[in-house]
């Protein structure tokens, strides 16, 4: 029998619409009958009860904000009907929980790259990156031509990475882009980095060498191109020699231990914490069973679920850390004059979800239930296994490339409206529905919307999970296919 609604937890006064439902339908829910009002889109909520003015709606056992008017049991409820609960900073008390995993230990392997430090690659590439914006031209140019000269062969791609950045900068924004650049550079998925500078910009050379604290000199060369004759002449002599020694590296079998993987949904829809961010909540306390690590992101989307994250810290060091984490972001929508519930986008009300609260207890699903091992600022790189909280804002192409430069091997990106796009590292599409998975074949990746069409969650983990380990071991996802990679680096404050 096909499923018309789901009630998250018992604790929950609506139920999710897994498909279309129409006025004059009845649904059974926990014995009692319920006769629809209106027609109710798939993904959206329905009232199991009376809802009086200011009455919270509850879902995932939670508040997602309350009622702005009376609503009558049986009726949509939606983001015309609900009011965030959200509002400023908020004081937190340390409520430890004690978690236990209780998943086996596989000892599985996958094939990456071992480089001369000891770090993991899951992708041997050459990359071509710029210390300011002034030289996007001349760093596309040279990935073209050295990709005609060798057709690509030997390595898993050929890549530029513009941006608009490195110069009239100033403060946090300037300490930002050195950060995300140092972290790009020393990333294990690059086997040689080419960095092309222009010589007179606010990120000079020489100080971001010095940046760069250790690094390989035989794979990481340097170009200012105010300093050479012919820049495309001397970047392609100097790219064939990186290239010729990426070329000679060989994969080799790894521990899943040493799988770092990112965490990040888009364009969320009602389904999003029903199907895909569970499935990565699963397979991220999988992989943290066996030693790897897991990172979560957007911080604006923990607001309204953020209590989860700060009682599953290990210690109350990680607690306070995670409480600036929440707190520090706050301030910063503050102090723009933005108020901090105002985060769901077009897409996501149409897909079902109708508060940032909804939004954030869909979204913290997607780190399962492990302890919080590690908390990182902006820029920063790993350096504890388990799960990770990173600080990054919710745009995808933010926050996707400030997983990625953490040290992530891939991205995990769950989506119901769909998204087309990567970062540097390999971003991988799991739909939330299977009609995105049939309609966009060219976007996604792995389709978890199975799971509310009678696959158990645990088989569907299953699949996933060899299907991660093909992907680290060299297999494509369709942004690398199509070549959809780019970066983008958080700004702030002033340009000059």
Known sequence: METKYLKINPADNVVVA???????????????????????????????????????????????????TAVEQGHWINENQIKTNLAGLLDYTYNPVSVDLNIPKKDLTFKGYR?????????NEVWIIPTVGCVNGIIGQLAEAL???TNGEGVDAIMAFPHNYGCSQLGDDHENTKKI??????????????IVSLGCENNQPDVFREFLGDYDTDRVKFMVTQKVGDEFEEGMKILRELYAKAKADVREDVPLSELRVG???GGSDGFSGITANPLLGM???????????????EVPEMFGAETILMNRCRTKELFEQTVHLINDFKEYFLSHGEPVGENPSPGNKAGGISTLEDKALGCTQ?????????????GDRLKVKGLNLLSAPGNDLVAATALASCGCHMVLFTTGRGTPFGTFVPTMKISTNSTLAKNKPGWIDFNAGVIVENEPMEKTCERFIDY?????????VNNEKKNYREIAIFKTGVTL
């Open 147 to 149: 990709r005609r000269e």
């Open 283 to 297: 397979f991220s306390d999988f992989l943290i069973a066996q030693g790897g690590t897991s990172v979560l992101t």
């Open 181 to 194: 650049l140092r972290d790009m550079i020393l990333h294990p998925n690059a086997g040689a980095v080419l």
């Open 263 to 265: 965490l990040k949904c």
């Open 18 to 68: 897994i498909s279309d439902l129409k006025a004059g339908e009845t649904i059974t829910v926990d014995g009692h009958v319920i006769t629809l009002k209106e027609d109710v889109p798939a993904g959206h909520k329905v009232t199991l009860k009376d809802f009086a003015q200011g009455e919270n709606i509850i879902k995932y056992g939670y508040p997602i904000g309350h009622a702005l």
């Open 468 to 476: 991660i380990i093909r992907v680290a071991s060299g297999e494509p």
């Open 366 to 378: 997607k780190c399962g239930k492990a302890y919080v091992d590690g908390v990182m600022g902006y």
């Open 115 to 123: 480089r001369k430090n000891g770090d993991v690659g899951i992708r």
